[in-house]
T-cell receptor, first 114, second 112 residues
Framework: EAGVTQSPTHLIKTRGQQATLRCSPI?????VYWYQQALGLGLQFLLW???????NRGNFPPRFSGRQFPNYSSELNVNALELEDSALYLC?????????????FGPGTRLLVL | KQEVTQIPAALSVPEGENLVLNCSFT??????LQWFRQDPGKGLTSLLL?????REQTSGRLNASLDKSSGRSTLYIAASQPGDSATYLC???????????FGTGTRLKVLA
């Protein structure tokens, strides 16, 4: 069974540009979660999508947005990039969004903003 | 607001030692607690998941315990090996949120 996949693995952008990150969940999983791991700040919850809808959002500005497609894959968009957006972005999935399930993580996309 | 703390921040031990990593959380109303390892530049690998009704889980050389009332969990690693070197993260899901709150991790180095 394939795990959670993310693309691209690395992304370099300049300040003010937009970045798009993609995630494909494990087959059969309907929930996708996005996390940001910035240097020195630890893993922070960004967004949760389930059945195509945004269910929960972390403490991030509106320029962080995303969507979930009918096949349950997801995109994270970051507009008006700032230097401090440089981080590892991790995507996770689980079967139902229920708290009793373990979340499975992808390898991440490393975003560098210059 | 749930806060998760891990102590120590870094640990260096000789191969073969048994060791304990600590995780504490401020809100005891949790659904579950999970331990992960993260290798440099990589994503997370799930190690153990403890449901709120459980007190411990074991997998191989790993044992994780949960004491909800005191807001603590420990990860016990027996007979440590150099391959155990990684950052260990604990994360909790607080009731009603369905999202993980992560600790800042313990960076473990096992010396050969």
């Amino acid at each position: 069974e394939a795990g959670v996949t993310q693309s691209p693995t690395h992304l370099i952008k300049t300040r003010g540009q937009q970045a798009t990150l993609r995630c494909s969940p494990i087959s059969g999983h309907t929930s996708v979660y996005w996390y940001q791991q910035a240097l020195g700040l630890g893993l922070q919850f960004l967004l949760w999508y389930d059945e195509g809808e945004e269910r929960n959002r972390g403490n991030f500005p509106p320029r962080f947005s995303g969507r979930q497609f009918p096949n349950y894959s997801s995109e994270l968009n970051v507009n008006a990039l700032e230097l401090e957006d440089s981080a590892l972005y991790l995507c996770a999935s689980d079967r139902s969004g229920g708290a009793r399930e373990t979340q499975y993580f992808g390898p991440g996309t490393r975003l560098l903003v210059l | 607001k749930q806060e998760v703390t891990q102590i120590p921040a870094a640990l260096s031990v000789p191969e073969g030692e048994n060791l304990v990593l600590n995780c504490s959380f401020t809100d005891s109303a949790i659904y579950n607690l999970q331990w992960f390892r993260q290798d440099p530049g990589k994503g997370l690998t799930s190690l153990l998941l403890i449901q709120s009704s459980q007190r411990e889980q074991t997998s191989g050389r790993l044992n994780a315990s949960l004491d909800k009332s005191s807001g603590r969990s420990t990860l016990y690693i027996a007979a440590s090996q150099p391959g155990d070197s990684a950052t260990y993260l604990c994360a909790v899901i607080t009731s009603g949120t369905y999202k993980y709150i992560f600790g800042t991790g313990t960076r473990l180095k096992v010396l050969a």
